[in-house]
């Protein structure tokens, strides 16, 4: 007899805080169970990771002296396929909000349709503190620690915050070092020499613009003149301030790590990428007027997209924005009671799960050209992204329509019922 556990918290290895990711991916899974039907028998499933590893990944630094880090690469599911999703290096990194992205990368892979199960690293890090050196010595050890449970078949590592294609490339080589071959298909996001996909770099970006285009067509917001506020300016943000200034719409506030910037009549957004590469982040940009980080939640604006990390946007902050479209570039952004009051206010969320999906779906195209060795065309990615990305969001939004329900919901509806399916056919083994 299978036993039900469905207790708020099954798992004796984390005690989770209200609010935190994985916290916040128990209570969406909550919120979807009762739509699955017979496949709710398995909803267990998706309540515990497949399989965790935490590592100790040591490191010389150049002064001589050793630094320990912790690591991590959980495997939430695998019933559809190899774990993927992505590698972050962030000094607040914990199991917990591993188990949840790598969670939200299982829901993502199954929402779009694609082969995969999920999964998700980190390295507990900050890595603007450390040399070239130290950096390229942490991700190799790194690598070499999870290589016993990734490769093209089994988990395929990816970009992710503060994490790049260089990053990639060490990752590649010390998997590839230590099985004595040449594995482009074990990591994605590489450079283009190395296997990497053209269109993957900015692929994230354009699935929140192509997600975001849709869902304000849907509203009735015209995007010529629309403002926008972007929390983050890494790769997420920049693409989508880039491709929604270019249709006409105004990015006018932009929050990151080091400060936040607004200017009524829209930012410069090349101008801005420029600065944020020389200082690193948008403080100090000067065609733009500082505010205090706070008062960006509240800046007048049509589109909101947090495009940095899990749990900023509050229930005090869904309050106060002015936003008609949220469009989560980051994973996991949105408190569940920050969700209903965006709801009960008729905001309308692009979930994660699908509006961030771009990246994923690149990497999927990187992991199929490095296979056959043979390279696709720019516009030729960009072209399928759009009709992947297109597709599996039209398919949600019937979805919700049809079962009255957010975006959110239909898309854990649309992703469970595949991931519960497939598990339901595998069976259990032994
Ligand atoms: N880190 C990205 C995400 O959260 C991309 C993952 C991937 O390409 O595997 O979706």
Redesign the pocket.
């Known amino acids: 007899m299978l036993q039900s556990n469905t207790a708020k918290n099954p798992l004796s290895y984390v005690d989770p805080q209200p609010d935190s990711p994985w916290q916040t991916y128990l209570s969406q899974v909550d919120r979807v169970v009762p739509y699955l039907g017979p496949l709710a028998h398995w909803a267990d499933t998706l309540r515990r990771p497949k399989r965790a590893l935490i590592v100790d990944v040591p490191i010389e630094m150049d002064d001589g002296s050793v630094r320990h880090f912790e690591g991590f690469r959980v495997q939430h599911n695998l019933s559809r396929g190899p774990g993927?999703?992505?590698v972050r290096f962030h000094p607040m990194v914990t199991l917990e909000e591993v188990m949840a992205?790598s969670a939200w990368?299982t829901v993502?892979n199954a929402a779009v349709g694609l082969p995969f199960g999920g999964a998700k690293g980190g390295v507990r890090v900050e890595p603007r503190e450390l040399s070239r050196k130290e950096l390229e010595r942490l991700t190799r050890r790194y690598t070499s620690e999870i290589g016993i449970v990734i490769g093209p078949q089994q988990d395929?590592?990816?970009?992710?915050v503060n994490t790049n294609p260089q990053i990639m490339a060490w990752m590649m080589d010390t998997y590839s070092m230590n099985i004595g071959g040449t594995a482009t298909g074990v990591v994605?996001?590489k450079p283009i020499p190395l296997g990497g996909s053209l269109g993957r770099v900015k692929a994230?970006g354009r699935g929140v613009f192509v997600t975001g285009r849709e869902a304000a067509r849907r509203i009735g917001l015209p995007l010529q003149g629309a403002r926008v506020a972007i929390q983050g300016f890494g790769n997420v943000g920049s693409t989508a301030a880039e491709l929604f200034a270019a249709v006409g719409a105004r990015v006018v506030a932009v929050q990151d790590h080091t400060g936040a910037i607004y200017k009524e009549a829209g930012l410069a957004v090349g101008a801005l990428q420029t600065h944020v590469a020389v200082h690193g982040g948008v403080a100090g940009f000067e065609a733009a007027q500082p505010i205090a980080v706070d008062s960006f939640w509240e800046v007048p604006c049509e589109i909101l997209i947090p495009a940095a990390l899990e749990g900023q946007l509050t229930e005090a902050r869904a309050r106060t924005t002015t936003a008609r479209l949220v469009l989560e570039g980051a994973?996991g952004p949105t408190l569940p009671g920050a969700d209903d009051i965006l709801n009960d206010r008729g905001v309308l969320v692009v979930p994660d799960v699908i509006c961030?999906?771009g990246?994923?779906t690149v990497?999927y195209f990187e992991w199929v050209q490095d296979f056959s060795s043979f390279f696709w065309s720019e516009d030729e990615i960009n072209a399928r992204l759009e009709t992947i990305l297109g597709n599996a969001f039209a398919q949600i939004l019937d979805t919700a329509d049809r079962l009255k329900i957010s975006l959110r919901t239909a898309a854990f509806v649309v992703a469970c019922e595949r991931v519960l399916q497939a598990r339901a056919e595998r069976g259990l083994y032994p």
């Open positions: 993927k999703g992505g992205l990368m993502k395929i590592p990816a970009p992710d994605t996001g994230t994973n961030n999906a990246g994923v990497s």
